[in-house]
C-alpha cells in the first residue's frame, strides 16, 4: 500500500507564493512519476505539474513560468513551488503517484486547500 500526504496549503495573498510538500511511504517505488493536480469548487480536478523519477516534467498552460515541480527521491518527497499566486488557483491540490507524465496513477492523497484570497 502507499500513503501520500500532502501539506503547505493555507491563505495566501494574490501575487505571493506557497509551497506544497507531497511525502509518499510504503510500497512506493522511486521510479514512480508524481503528479499535482488541483480541483476548485464546482470544477473537474485537471492536472497542475507532474514530474518523472528522472526529473522530466509536464505542467498545465495556466501555471506555466509561475509553478515549479521538484523532487527528492532519498526522502520521497515531491514539490510544488507557487508563485505570482492569483485567486483562479484557489483549489484542493492533490498528489498523484503510478502514473505517467499524461496519464492518472493510481495512488492519491486527501488533498490540501490552497486559498488565494485578499
Known amino acids: 500500500q502507499v500513503q501520500l500526504v500532502e501539506s503547505g496549503g493555507g491563505l495566501v495573498q494574490p501575487g505571493g507564493s506557497q509551497r506544497l510538500s507531497c511525502v509518499a511511504s510504503g510500497s512506493i517505488d522511486s521510479t514512480y512519476t508524481v503528479g499535482w493536480h488541483r480541483q476548485a469548487p464546482g470544477k473537474q480536478r485537471e492536472l497542475v505539474a507532474a514530474?518523472?523519477?528522472?526529473?522530466?516534467?509536464k505542467y498545465a498552460d495556466s501555471v506555466k513560468g509561475r509553478f515549479t515541480i521538484s523532487r527528492d527521491n532519498v526522502v520521497s518527497t515531491v514539490y510544488l513551488q507557487m508563485n505570482s499566486l492569483n485567486p483562479e488557483d484557489t483549489a484542493v491540490y492533490y498528489c498523484?503517484?503510478?502514473?505517467?507524465?499524461?496519464?492518472?496513477?493510481?495512488?492519491w492523497g486527501q488533498g490540501t486547500r490552497v486559498t488565494v484570497s485578499s
Open positions: 498523484n503517484a503510478g502514473g505517467t507524465l499524461g496519464t492518472q496513477g493510481r495512488y
Open positions: 514530474i518523472t523519477r528522472g526529473g522530466s516534467t
